[in-house]
């Protein structure tokens, strides 16, 4: 049984690219930019605590609630289920696909041949089209091959795999939609990205977060192995982000935001974007020359330049958030 999708939608983030299969069967067509940007999935995270062999830095919003928000915003109905028994999360899967319907998953990458990562990763999507006797049929993003294939048992391995990010066997549908006002969605996307980032609840997150990881960074040779570091500048700018710890995607959504809702604020972010996401790759290159090289000074240089990121960032979301 396998659902065609010509041509299969092509992404660099995993859960815009099965947020985007999902709609393109819908009959939906937005850009990946524009799904990241109405998903209001923009952030930043500094985490660390004493479970941690190393801090772990996030630059968008936790797993699922991208989706979440981008249903909302495009009207759909979002039915999203977990369940911790294999063969009933299996059952449904395969009902929902026997009916014509593609299925988002979330799971632990690890355990997909295709990718072929020694790391764990729990807050992976795929989004599954087709299966048969003994394989799955997923479309991921481009990075990976985009179409692929996968043995029913690593598939359920990576849908039940626990640890950090993980779904209890998440799967999510998405339902008939409304028409939405799309110049009304994109304004109030931006404006509650932006109160996000500025009012964060605790302070290791949004241009709070960001202030941190430019203060504690400098200490990272520390904490422990210096591939820790390589592994942190990989996640950065290839991890699926996109290049620039997301902040690519968001700059193309401002841009196509601004054509859609014309206006001084959106023009002035986009601008401001623009300038500010290759900064960002220079973050990921310094702690990349950190880990070859064990040396301090890459680090003491990421940490002076977070501090201007996190200056930059807090100033547009400013301009967002308080509009025209």
């Not at 960002?280 to 940490?303: F, I, K, N, S, Y």
Request: charged fraction near 25%.
């Amino acid at each position: 049984m396998l659902i065609d999708l010509v041509p299969p939608f092509e992404g660099r983030h995993s859960e815009t690219t099965t947020a985007g299969t999902l709609l393109r069967h819908a009959g939906v067509e937005k850009s990946e930019a524009v799904l990241f940007g109405l998903g209001e999935a923009l952030s930043f995270v500094y985490w660390d605590s004493d479970s941690l062999d190393f801090p772990f830095v996030g630059g968008r919003v936790k797993p699922h609630l991208l989706t979440e928000k981008l249903a909302s915003a495009l009207g759909f109905t979002l039915d999203t289920r977990e369940t911790s028994a294999p063969i009933t999360a299996w059952s449904d899967v395969r009902r929902r696909l026997d009916d014509g319907t593609p299925v988002g998953l979330r799971l632990d990458s690890h355990h997909l041949d295709y990718v072929r990562s020694p790391y764990h990763f729990g807050g992976h999507y795929v989004a599954m089209v087709g299966y048969d006797e003994t394989h799955a049929y997923l479309v991921d993003t481009a990075d990976h091959g985009t179409r692929n294939r996968v043995t029913l048992d690593a598939l359920e391995r990576a849908r039940a795999a626990t640890g950090p990010m993980t779904g209890h066997n998440l799967s999510y549908t998405l339902g008939p939609c409304a028409e939405p006002d799309l110049p009304y969605v994109v304004g109030e996307a931006v404006r509650a990205t932006a109160a996000a980032f500025l009012n964060p609840a605790i302070k290791n997150v949004g241009y709070r977060g960001i202030e941190k990881a430019a203060a504690l960074i400098p200490t990272w040779l520390e904490r422990g192995p210096t591939e820790q570091l390589t592994r942190t500048a990989n996640l950065m700018e290839r991890g699926g982000t996109g290049g620039a710890f997301f902040r690519n995607l968001y700059t193309e959504f401002l841009g196509e935001a601004r054509t859609i809702a014309p206006g001084r604020a959106l023009e002035s972010a986009h601008q401001a974007y623009a300038a500010l996401a290759p900064k960002w790759t220079e973050v990921a290159a310094l702690l990349a020359e950190a880990g070859e090289t064990g040396r301090q000074r890459p680090l003491d240089q990421a940490g002076a330049l977070l501090y201007d990121l996190a200056a930059r960032e807090r100033l547009a979301m400013e301009t967002l958030y308080e509009g025209d």
